[in-house]
């Protein structure tokens, strides 16, 4: 009998054994994970994800709004827009500057505080200078963000920075499309994220109803 085991027991294919072996599990390569975790975190600020009109940068989006005409368009964006430039994060020069009824158009100019980081001994941020126009028309709106530059440190050497010159492709992506750079991403990042809050908040309004 017990002859009769031992080779039964040999018998028995090594896969089943190695079920249970964590040995013989495939290790899973921990940078490489992270690594690839990070890639997609920033696969949205890389190239591609600020678009150039003519060597300007000029973010663009349409915005659809079934069953609403041009004039409602243009009531519900003109009362946010006069909203926003009392927000708390915006400073005295922002205002609308153009309002106008009849070609339902609306442009409005913003400087605000875009804030890199905040802590308790830390404030890093930046004067945001940038443009909105709205060209309403019946079902939907073609809106743009432009005359994009910022006011950097300017309680030690401030910086004037105009957008082409800071947040395009070439001064903000490495060679790669891996990563950005360390100074000009973080206003890219900051630039996208409040393009992208601003264009998604315009849509949801208008599509609330």
């Given amino acids: 009998m017990k002859q009769l085991f031992f080779t039964l027991l040999m018998l028995v294919p090594m896969t089943l054994w190695a079920q249970d072996n964590t ?12 690594a690839k975790a990070k890639e997609n975190v920033n696969a949205k600020y890389l190239r591609g994800a600020v678009p150039e009109v003519d060597g300007r940068v000029v973010f663009t989006k349409h915005i659809e709004a079934p069953g609403k005409s041009a004039s ?20 005295e020069n922002s205002k609308l500057v153009t309002e106008d009824t009849q070609k339902h158009e609306l442009v409005a100019s913003f400087e605000e505080w875009l804030i890199f980081k905040k802590a308790a001994l830390v404030l890093d941020q930046t004067r945001f200078f940038y ?11 073609d809106v743009t963000m432009s005359h994009i530059r910022y006011l950097y440190e300017e309680q030690r050497k401030a ?40 264009f998604n908040k315009f849509e949801s309004l208008l599509n609330e109803h």
Wanted: glycine share 4%.
């Fill in 23 to 34: 040995w013989e599990r495939p290790e899973v390569d921990e940078q490489a994970e992270a």
């Fill in 72 to 91: 409602q368009i243009y009531d519900i964006l003109h009362q946010y827009l006069q909203k926003m430039t009392k927000e708390k994060n915006q400073l």
């Fill in 131 to 141: 443009v909105i126009q709205a060209q309403c028309k019946d079902g939907g709106v």
């Fill in 159 to 198: 910086q004037r920075i105009s957008a082409e010159e800071w947040i395009t492709d070439k001064e903000a992506v490495n060679k790669k499309n891996t990563k950005l750079y360390p100074g000009s991403g973080k206003f890219r990042r900051k630039t996208i994220d409040r393009k992208d809050f601003l």
